[in-house]
């Protein structure tokens, strides 16, 4: 068995500590000579050179404190709504009897303007003065342009002259054929040849002028109810006003 030996003067053992004894050699070369014990006047000595201190502490990428968190973001100098998004915002606001047609497809949006201040003024015209859903619209048309960047919107109804049919445009009329609605089968305001009989109205589905009407309205005042005779499907015709 192998003993340590104590040190006779202190009663504790003598480890060898390599790190320790380099530590405390060094900071006896920056205490200086005549440096005791005790001695609070060497603690305030410059044990490390100020130099080093002068750089930041933390030199990793982040925030600094006591500065602004993320630079200011750069705003756009002009409006942030002009006239042509604001058309476009609007043509994605479905009508809501006929929601494969938006409000600019079926004609009722007559006039669009924007200010300087993104304030946007929208001019109505309901398909007909009693329409139910004209406020359902107007709530449409001012949550859609206020979503889009308006600061105000303005929605006006106007009611002369009074809507028609003539005011959709024929890519409106092919989304009608496309969802099932045979579209206006005529100009209301041109002069129409005096009939006994009324114009057969095709088919949306199958092209067939084989048809017979069934009601005068359909689920709405401006729609007819219409059966083919050949395929056997119902479907709405959207009536010439």
Same mark, same amino acid.
């Given at each position: 068995?192998? $003993?340590?030996? %104590? #040190?006779? &003067?202190?009663?504790? &053992?003598?480890? +060898?500590?390599?790190?320790? @004894?380099?530590?405390?050699?060094?900071?006896?070369?920056?205490?200086?000579?005549?440096?005791?014990?005790? #001695?609070? +006047?060497?603690?305030? &000595?410059?044990?490390?050179?100020?130099? &080093?201190?002068? $750089? %930041?502490?933390?030199?990793? +990428?982040?925030?600094?404190?006591? %500065?602004?968190?993320?630079?200011?973001?750069?705003?756009?100098?002009?409006?942030?709504?002009? =006239?042509?998004?604001?058309?476009?915002?609007?043509?994605?606001? /479905?009508?809501?009897?006929?929601?494969?047609?938006?409000?600019?497809? =079926?004609?009722?949006?007559? @006039?669009?303007?924007?200010?300087?201040?993104? #304030?946007?003024?929208?001019?109505?015209?309901?398909?007909?003065?009693?329409?139910?859903?004209?406020?359902?619209?107007? @709530?449409?048309?001012?949550?859609?342009?206020?979503?889009?960047?308006?600061?105000?919107?303005?929605?006006?109804?106007?009611?002369?002259?009074?809507?028609?049919? #003539?005011?959709?445009? /024929?890519?409106?009329?092919?989304? =009608?054929?496309?969802?099932?609605?045979? *579209?206006?089968?005529?100009?209301?305001?041109?002069?129409?040849?005096? %009939?006994? +009989?009324?114009?057969?109205?095709?088919? *949306?589905?199958?092209?067939?002028?084989?048809?017979?009407? =069934?009601?005068?309205?359909?689920?709405?005042?401006?729609?007819?109810?219409?059966?083919?005779?050949?395929?056997?499907?119902?479907? @709405?015709?959207?009536?010439?006003?």
């Amino acid at each position: 068995m192998v $003993r340590r030996r %104590r #040190d006779r &003067r202190t009663g504790r &053992r003598h480890r +060898h500590r390599p790190g320790v @004894e380099l530590a405390a050699i060094g900071l006896a070369r920056r205490s200086g000579p005549g440096v005791r014990r005790g #001695d609070a +006047h060497a603690a305030g &000595r410059h044990a490390f050179p100020l130099h &080093r201190q002068a $750089r %930041r502490a933390q030199r990793a +990428h982040g925030f600094l404190a006591g %500065r602004d968190a993320v630079a200011a973001a750069r705003l756009p100098r002009g409006g942030v709504v002009n =006239l042509d998004h604001a058309w476009a915002t609007l043509n994605g606001v /479905p009508d809501p009897e006929v929601p494969v047609l938006s409000v600019v497809d =079926l004609g009722i949006v007559r @006039e669009l303007a924007v200010n300087g201040d993104d #304030d946007v003024t929208v001019t109505l015209t309901p398909t007909y003065s009693g329409c139910p859903a004209t406020e359902v619209i107007q @709530e449409s048309v001012v949550q859609a342009l206020m979503q889009a960047g308006a600061r105000g919107v303005t929605v006006t109804t106007r009611l002369d002259p009074a809507w028609t049919t #003539d005011w959709i445009n /024929p890519a409106a009329a092919e989304k =009608l054929r496309a969802y099932g609605i045979a *579209p206006p089968h005529l100009k209301a305001a041109e002069a129409q040849p005096l %009939r006994f +009989h009324p114009k057969d109205i095709a088919c *949306p589905r199958c092209a067939s002028t084989n048809t017979q009407r =069934l009601s005068a309205f359909g689920s709405t005042a401006c729609k007819a109810l219409y059966r083919c005779l050949d395929c056997l499907e119902p479907f @709405e015709h959207f009536k010439p006003i």
